[in-house]
């Protein structure tokens, strides 16, 4: 399996752009998880799913964030408008359902100036 | 003060052991969990235990939990360059999958 796949790994963008990071899963994995890593305040759970429904999105910093999972193989977390402070690395992370070990993508990072 | 708490460096020579330790606060944590993150790449599990075990080896890690004191403590016999990463402490509580992260320790090897 090639493990959780997410584009872009860099990006760079202007303050006001929006931008749209895209994660796939493992096939077969129900579970899907967004963190945003930063070296103020660490990792972050941003939002999860389960079966592609939104349970847990109280760690979305604000409504300039939003994520879906349109279908069980694709997620997109969106940021619009962006901002200088948004800039960190962003993890996608994969499971299935109940089970305790995450597979986690190899990150984007975020650059907003 | 936050629910899982690691130093943020830690310096070995190799050929040493590492010791990387852990505090968390929430006594109902069924599951505790050491992942490595390599640079440039995603969280990866290493090893986890469970709040009724006191210890668990796998290979040159060790982990030991005091429940009592809410200490979790990974040790890396023989620490290798490669061992060199961010090691990061989780916890999940009974009924929750979802972990808990601390901040990272930060393992620097060197010769």
């Known amino acids: 399996d090639a493990g959780v796949i997410q584009s872009p790994r860099h990006e760079v963008t202007e303050m006001g752009q929006e931008v749209t990071l895209r994660c796939k899963p493992i096939s077969g994995h129900n579970s899907l998880f967004w963190y945003r890593q930063t070296m103020m305040r660490g990792l972050e759970l941003l939002i999860y799913f389960n079966n592609n429904v939104p349970i847990d999105d109280s760690g979305m910093p604000e409504d300039r964030f939003s994520a879906k999972m349109p279908n069980a193989s694709f997620s997109t977390l969106k940021i619009q408008p962006s901002e200088p402070r948004d800039s960190a690395v962003y993890f996608c992370?994969?499971?299935?359902?109940?089970?305790?070990?995450?597979?986690f993508g190899p990150g984007t990072r975020l650059t907003v100036t | 003060g936050e629910d899982v708490e690691q130093s943020l460096f830690l310096s070995v020579r190799e050929g040493d052991s590492s010791v990387i330790n852990c505090t968390y606060t929430d006594s109902s944590s069924t599951y505790l969990y050491w992942y490595k993150q390599e640079p440039g790449a995603g969280l990866q599990l290493l090893t986890y235990i469970f709040s009724n075990m006191d210890m668990k080896q796998d290979q040159r890690l060790t982990v030991l939990l005091n429940k009592k004191d809410k200490h979790l403590s990974l040790r890396i016999a023989d620490t290798q360059t490669g061992d060199s990463a961010i090691y990061f402490c989780a916890e999940s509580q009974g009924g929750s999958y979802i972990p808990t992260f601390g901040r990272g320790t930060s393992l620097i090897v060197h010769p």
């Open positions: 992370a994969s499971s299935l359902l109940g089970d305790y070990e995450q597979y």
